[in-house]
Nanobody, 123 residues
Framework: EVQLVESGGGSVQAGGSLRLSCAASGFSFDDYTIGWFLQVPGEGREAVSCIQPGDGRTWYADSVRGRFTISSDNAKNTVYLQMNSLKPEDTSAYYC????????????????WGQGTLVTVSS
């Protein structure tokens, strides 16, 4: 069974940092991409970042590039999202997702989602 379990959300003041984790199980970690999405109120989910653990390829949305860093620990089948210089507009539920590729436009062919973890950034 494919499972993606997020952790690490919480509340922080603007300018602060959080690290999200996504623990994956039930599939060959190197053969897929793992990405992060946030929930846009009234508009659905928006891709934030992705990584291809098999080759280290990464992608970032313009809104987070330079502030967020995605990484993977292939021995632990875990992907991390280090979130620095957080802004109030980063407040959202963040979801870990499995896809086929981490392309130049973000993660593609999505087929599994985690339950989400809430990030709240206060001004």
């Amino acid at each position: 069974e494919v499972q993606l379990v997020e952790s690490g959300g919480g509340s922080v003041q603007a300018g602060g940092s959080l690290r999200l984790s996504c623990a994956a199980s039930g599939f060959s970690f190197d053969d897929y991409t793992i990405g992060w999405f946030l929930q846009v109120p009234g508009e659905g989910r928006e891709a934030v970042s992705c990584i291809q653990p098999g080759d280290g390829r990464t992608w970032y949305a313009d809104s987070v590039r330079g502030r967020f860093t995605i990484s993977s620990d292939n021995a632990k089948n875990t992907v991390y999202l280090q979130m620095n210089s957080l802004k109030p507009e980063d407040t959202s539920a963040y979801y870990c997702v499995r896809g086929r590729y981490c392309s130049s436009d973000g993660p593609t062919t999505l087929d599994a989602w985690g339950q989400g973890t809430l990030v709240t950034v206060s001004s």
